[in-house]
């Protein structure tokens, strides 16, 4: 199954790209410029764990790639409780955190 990480590669291309029309898109306003950088971090992290799924797709790595995904989302939630500049953007991410969180170990079950 090679659509999750492509697809992954691809959200994180986009983040890296344009962290600012994706921000803007989802809240409405402007991107700061932390705002930005973070998103581009946040896209690096995506683009080089896509990578690693594509090479090794073994049940450990992707029980690994989800276990990154939970954090991830645990943050976002942290984001959307007490950081209000955050809040729309951080919902939106962490559940998309935690479908490809889901879809990882749906794949780890079947390799």
Same mark, same amino acid.
């Given at each position: 199954?090679?659509?999750?990480?492509?697809?992954?590669?691809?959200? $994180?291309?986009?983040?890296?790209? +344009?962290?600012? @029309?994706? =921000?803007?898109?989802?809240? $409405?306003?402007? %991107?700061? +410029?932390?705002?930005?950088?973070?998103?581009?971090?946040?896209? $690096?992290?995506? @683009?080089?764990?896509?990578?690693?799924? =594509?090479?090794?797709?073994?049940?450990?790595?992707?029980?690994?790639?989800?276990?990154?995904?939970?954090?991830?989302?645990?943050?976002? %939630? $942290?984001?959307? %409780?007490? =950081?209000?500049?955050?809040?729309?953007?951080?919902?939106?991410?962490?559940?998309?955190? =935690?479908?490809? +969180?889901?879809? +990882?170990?749906?794949?780890?079950?079947?390799?």
């Amino acid at each position: 199954m090679r659509a999750q990480p492509l697809a992954r590669l691809t959200w $994180g291309t986009v983040l890296i790209t +344009a962290p600012g @029309a994706v =921000l803007e898109t989802i809240t $409405g306003r402007p %991107a700061t +410029a932390s705002q930005r950088w973070v998103l581009r971090v946040l896209g $690096g992290r995506h @683009a080089l764990q896509a990578g690693i799924d =594509l090479a090794r797709p073994t049940p450990t790595v992707l029980r690994l790639g989800a276990a990154v995904d939970l954090l991830h989302a645990a943050t976002c %939630a $942290g984001a959307v %409780a007490f =950081l209000p500049l955050w809040r729309r953007p951080a919902a939106v991410d962490g559940v998309g955190a =935690l479908v490809l +969180a889901t879809g +990882a170990l749906l794949h780890a079950r079947t390799r």
